[in-house]
């Protein structure tokens, strides 16, 4: 379905500097918790290209992606886009961990916790 390309392609880089300079208020949240090694001692990468996508944040070590969700992926076709698009990494051995925006105002001990449990589980194997 779709070619596998080299991470951070050079065709991207203008949309991914545009996506860390322009990131919702959630992702900026959700960054502060990540970076510097905070969670687990693990590294985190924002707005990282694998092939024809964009991840939200990405840790290479442990090939693991998150993804915020906000409204846009609840209408039209973007439920397949993301189911397509999660297929894709998964084929890449990329593990995709999605949220919902609002998780970050509500729950973001919830949402760390979560986060922190699939980089232990994925320590472990």
Same mark, same amino acid.
């Given at each position: 379905m779709?070619?596998?390309?080299?991470?951070?392609?050079?065709?991207?880089?203008e949309l991914?500097?545009?996506?860390?300079?322009?990131?919702?208020?959630?992702?900026?949240?959700?960054w502060?918790?990540?970076k &510097?090694?905070?969670i687990?001692?693990t590294g985190?990468?924002?707005q990282?290209?694998?092939?024809p996508? %964009? *991840?939200? #944040?990405y840790?290479?070590t442990l090939?693991?992606?998150?993804?915020?969700?906000?409204?846009?992926?609840?209408v039209?076709? &973007?439920?397949e886009?993301?189911?397509?698009r999660t297929?894709?990494?998964?084929g890449?051995g990329i593990? %995709? *961990?999605? #949220?919902?925006?609002?998780?970050?105002?509500?729950?973001?001990?919830?949402?760390?916790e979560?986060?922190?449990?699939?980089?232990?589980?994925?320590?472990?194997?």
């Amino acid at each position: 379905m779709f070619k596998t390309n080299k991470n951070n392609r050079k065709d991207t880089l203008e949309l991914r500097r545009s996506l860390r300079k322009n990131s919702t208020a959630e992702e900026a949240v959700l960054w502060k918790m990540l970076k &510097s090694k905070q969670i687990e001692n693990t590294g985190w990468r924002r707005q990282f290209s694998v092939g024809p996508f %964009v *991840l939200d #944040f990405y840790c290479p070590t442990l090939k693991l992606a998150i993804e915020l969700d906000g409204n846009n992926h609840f209408v039209g076709g &973007s439920y397949e886009y993301d189911e397509s698009r999660t297929k894709f990494l998964n084929g890449e051995g990329i593990h %995709v *961990l999605r #949220f919902e925006n609002y998780l970050i105002w509500e729950s973001i001990d919830s949402v760390v916790e979560i986060i922190r449990k699939e980089i232990l589980n994925r320590i472990e194997n």
